[in-house]
């Protein structure tokens, strides 16, 4: 009976950003999508009474990503938002980061990945000037938001964000 070997254990990480502003009903972060369906991407008839498609056709998550060589975690989480949501942001404040586990079965390797997040604020850009990486990215009021994001952790730092955001301008 042979053995099985032991999985390879790789670490990751990673940097990203809750993005925020004051709007008309409160505060509202910017999410990107990734479409769940075909249907979904782009189509006038989809669109509902704001001119957005529905979140349901898409799977949510915070921007982030991978370090460049030589870049901090604060500059990677700047450019990768920059990148992924099309707008010029400026960092406010740490978060907190989530770790989690994903595997490569096919060559036996276990990754753990850790993502620092940071809250920001826009100062420019433009959520149309987004890169390929999603489909759409669009502004969500935060109690919608917490309701969207695919993933339960990032919904955990999106609730972390809410208490530095409340104790910074108010409550929300």
Not at 63 to 86: C, I, N, S
Not at 90 to 101: D, F, G, N
Not at 112 to 123: A, E, Q, S
């Amino acid at each position: 009976m042979g053995r099985r070997s032991k999985p390879r254990v790789v670490s990751l990480v990673s940097a990203g950003g809750v993005v925020y502003r004051r709007g008309d009903e409160g505060i509202e972060t910017v999410l990107c999508g990734r479409s769940l369906s075909s249907t979904a991407s782009g189509e006038e008839e989809w669109l509902d009474r704001e001119g957005r498609l529905p979140p349901e056709y898409f799977r949510w998550s915070l921007a982030k990503g991978t370090p460049d060589h030589g870049e901090t975690l604060e500059e990677t989480a700047l450019r990768e938002v920059r990148e992924e949501t099309g707008l010029e942001v400026e960092l406010e404040a740490p978060i907190s980061s989530i770790t989690y586990w994903f595997a490569d079965q096919g060559n036996s390797v276990k990754y753990r990945k850790t993502v620092h997040f940071y809250l920001m604020v826009p100062v420019g850009g433009d959520t149309g000037l987004h890169d390929p990486e999603f489909d759409v990215v669009q502004w969500f009021s935060f109690d919608e938001a917490l309701d969207t994001l695919a993933y339960p952790n990032e919904a955990g730092v999106l609730r972390q964000a809410g208490e530095l955001i409340s104790r910074q301008i108010g409550d929300r």
